[in-house]
């Protein structure tokens, strides 16, 4: 087994650290790995996401390198962890990246929207107040295109990739008034907004992204690009948005069709080819900028679980409110 091939651990496997080992649960299926100090393999094993070769994960987790093949080759023969059929080329043409893009893209969106959030909400298992909550703390974050898209344009040297960005942006910056539009009909006045502030890793994404733009515009355009629905995903977004209705829009208020009104826009804007239109401005990009560029989306993946689980935390709560400058943060009510 080639060191220069980049694993990927299962997106479905759960790690923990257990009896001076790294526990790995897979379906109904248990592996331990053991042999070196527990906390670097399980950084190792965090680290396989296929984005990074056999060396580099051995560097950053400080674990030989023999060992880390050793576990490559292990999980590899168990079905815990996939390695791809050939190593990256040095440079990937726009269209090579876009497809290898999407090909991750589909194997995170599957691992996140298995989320219980996503799950509860698409099952109308989830209170009325998650639902609102997931609502609002979404209006917070398209109204960040304010705040994010600027910056991309702002640090894009690139003039055809800045093209892209000021198209995208002159499409995108008012589409904060579908959520307002849903808001109002959930009850959640101008004046409520007013007085709201978003949770921290509502932030965090909007944080994550200006960081993006700020480092390379290739980190923005490939993290845009996951958050752009493509294809399936939006057979997938209409079907959601179907499950929502039928669970949390009893009472006649129509509150999710101008959620879905926005995907319906976004489509017919053409928007899940924006990351396409980036790349091939750019042209050939060299692979160690590339896989920046996808860990930097990977990394958005994370956050945006993070996100999922901060809203279930803080609006599952029994008479959960939206934050404001008298609400104690994920306030446990007695």
């Given at each position: 087994m080639e060191p220069h091939y980049t694993p990927i651990l299962l997106p479905d496997t759960v790690m923990c650290l257990a009896d001076g080992a790294v526990e790995i649960t897979l379906g109904d299926h248990i592996f331990e790995v053991s042999g070196y100090k527990p906390s670097s393999l399980h950084h190792a094993l965090s680290l396989m996401n296929g984005l990074l070769d056999v060396p580099a994960i051995a560097a950053l987790s400080q674990v030989p390198k023999l060992v880390v093949s050793q576990v490559v080759k292990e999980l590899h023969a168990v079905g815990a962890l996939s390695i791809p059929s050939r190593s990256l080329p040095e440079y990937f043409e726009p269209q090579q990246f876009a497809l290898l893009c999407r090909k991750r893209f589909a194997v995170w969106k599957r691992h996140l929207f298995s989320h219980p959030l996503w799950i509860g909400l698409s099952d109308g298992t989830l209170s009325h107040e998650v639902f609102v909550g997931w609502v609002l703390e979404t209006w917070f974050f398209i109204d960040g295109v304010l705040d994010r898209l600027p910056m991309a344009i702002a640090h894009t040297e690139h003039?055809?990739?800045?093209?892209?960005?000021?198209?995208?942006?002159?499409?995108?910056?008012?589409?904060?008034?579908?959520?307002?539009?849903?808001?109002?009909?959930?009850?959640?006045?101008?004046?409520?907004?007013?007085?709201?502030?978003?949770?921290?890793?509502?932030?965090?994404?909007?944080?994550?992204?200006?960081?993006?733009?700020?480092?390379?515009?290739?980190?923005?355009?490939?993290?845009?690009?996951?958050?752009?629905?493509?294809?399936?995903?939006?057979?997938?977004?209409?079907?959601?948005?179907?499950n929502i209705t039928s669970h949390y829009d009893c009472n006649g208020n129509h509150a999710v069709q101008p959620l879905a009104d926005h995907v319906s826009l976004d489509e017919d804007y053409g928007h899940g080819h924006s990351l396409d239109n980036a790349l091939i401005a750019l042209g050939s990009i060299q692979r160690t900028r590339a896989s920046a560029a996808l860990q930097s989306a990977y990394g958005l993946v994370e956050t945006l679980e993070m996100w999922s689980t901060d809203i279930l935390t803080h609006y599952g709560v029994p008479g959960a409110k939206p934050l404001d400058e008298c609400n104690a943060y994920r306030r446990r009510i007695p």
């Open positions: 003039r055809g990739m800045r093209q892209v960005f000021m198209k995208h942006f002159a499409e995108e910056w008012d589409h904060a008034h579908f959520f307002t539009r849903a808001l109002d009909r959930l009850g959640i006045s101008a004046a409520d907004r007013a007085v709201t502030r978003s949770l921290p890793s509502t932030r965090a994404i909007q944080d994550w992204l200006r960081n993006a733009a700020r480092r390379d515009p290739l980190r923005y355009a490939v993290c845009s690009g996951f958050l752009e629905s493509t294809g399936n995903d939006r057979a997938v977004a209409r079907e959601f948005f179907r």
